[in-house]
């Protein structure tokens, strides 16, 4: 069963996280979607963290969540992998069942180097790792193991390996990480031919995504 959009909601990380809402969820929608954003745009997995908090929390006022599902794109990814470690002993947060990775960047776009690999990447992670990236792998065994993940990247330059903006080698740098953690991971490079910037609207990876959130085939 597909969802029925529900909310928009913005947390406003130049102001004090204050949040914005417009709609609301309907008492026989089980599968809500809700659109999150920071306003004004950021790259920091901290700030990120820390209004998706103030938005989840929002919801769990108001209404009863067992669980949610997320799909971070671009810099959602950082602020929901940092979002999953930073809840991690705080029970008023629901738990995090399925998370999607969409052209996710987790090092700082960070490229391969000379002599490395992307096999060697998803294998032992990357040779440079940046202070975003490091708090991952501080932290990552506070991640719960049962969250299902998919990353995805966009093969959009074959020969650079990258989606345009964020380097393949950025966004599947954590996927070791996962794997060692014990969580059930895919990394998949999808076909493409949109850039970073509208990726959340090619048709390849939205049946991707709704494939593995709803489980249909």
């Known amino acids: 069963m597909a969802a029925d959009k529900s909310l928009g909601m913005i947390s406003n990380v130049a102001n004090d996280y204050e949040l914005t809402v417009e709609g609301e969820i309907s008492k026989d929608n089980q599968y809500p979607l809700i659109e999150f954003g920071t306003g004004k745009g950021t790259g920091s997995g901290e700030l990120y963290s820390l209004g998706l908090q103030k938005a989840i929390s929002y919801l769990t006022e108001r209404y009863d969540i067992p669980w949610v599902n997320m799909v971070g794109y671009s810099s959602g990814g950082t602020g929901a992998i940092y979002y999953?470690?930073?809840?991690?002993?705080?029970?008023?947060?629901?738990?995090?069942?399925?998370?999607?990775?969409?052209?996710?960047?987790?090092?700082?776009?960070?490229?391969?180097?000379?002599?490395?690999?992307?096999?060697?990447?998803?294998?032992?992670?990357?040779?440079?790792?940046?202070?975003?990236?490091?708090?991952?792998?501080?932290?990552?065994?506070?991640?719960?193991?049962?969250?299902?993940?998919?990353?995805?990247?966009?093969?959009?330059?074959?020969?650079?390996?990258?989606?345009?903006?964020?380097?393949?080698?950025?966004?599947?740098?954590?996927?070791?990480?996962?794997?060692?953690n014990g969580n059930e991971v895919t990394a998949t490079l999808y076909p493409t031919k949109t850039s970073h910037a509208h990726a959340t609207q090619n048709s390849t990876a939205i049946k991707y995504i709704k494939n593995f959130i709803y489980n249909t085939p």
């Open 84 to 180: 999953m470690i930073d809840t991690v002993d705080n029970p008023h947060f629901p738990p995090v069942n399925k998370f999607v990775s969409l052209d996710g960047e987790y090092n700082e776009g960070t490229k391969l180097q000379y002599g490395e690999s992307l096999a060697s990447v998803l294998a032992n992670g990357p040779w440079v790792k940046t202070k975003m990236y490091q708090y991952i792998e501080d932290n990552y065994e506070k991640i719960s193991s049962k969250t299902e993940m998919m990353f995805l990247e966009g093969d959009f330059d074959t020969e650079n390996q990258t989606d345009s903006a964020i380097p393949w080698a950025d966004s599947f740098s954590v996927y070791h990480l996962l794997k060692k």
